[in-house]
């Protein structure tokens, strides 16, 4: 189960994060919808099947939710923190490149 979370913004959209496991090191997926059953659902059309966010563990932060919000598509990901907490330096980047990583990879 990935570790995650949500914010409800003040207009009645929601961003949702989570940490999801991807090749030898996870990722941190952002995605702004208008409800949290959206966001899984577009992540589950994208190919990641078995998404689920139980509780608010891993919340976005406001930069994270300032990121999310200025991308033209509202889905976004970098490499996810390392267990202490250390955030690589690392741009976000729009979830075709994730895909397009994966398919080149196979």
């Not at 994208?46 to 509780?55: D, E, Q, S």
């Not at 889905?75 to 390392?82: F, M, S, Y």
Request: net charge positive; glycine share 8%.
């Amino acid at each position: 189960m990935a570790a995650g979370g949500f914010c409800k913004l003040p207009n009645g959209t929601v961003v949702v994060a989570l940490n999801l496991p991807y090749d030898s090191a996870g990722v941190r997926v952002l995605v702004h919808a208008r409800n949290r059953a959206r966001a899984l659902t577009r992540l589950r059309n994208l190919g990641f099947r078995a998404i689920y966010l139980r509780g608010n563990t891993a919340p976005p932060t406001p930069d994270e939710i300032t990121a999310v919000l200025h991308h033209p598509d509202g889905l976004i990901w970098r490499t996810a923190p390392t267990g202490n907490g250390v955030v690589p330096p690392e741009l976000w980047h729009p979830i075709r490149a994730l895909l397009r990583r994966s398919a080149v990879a196979q």
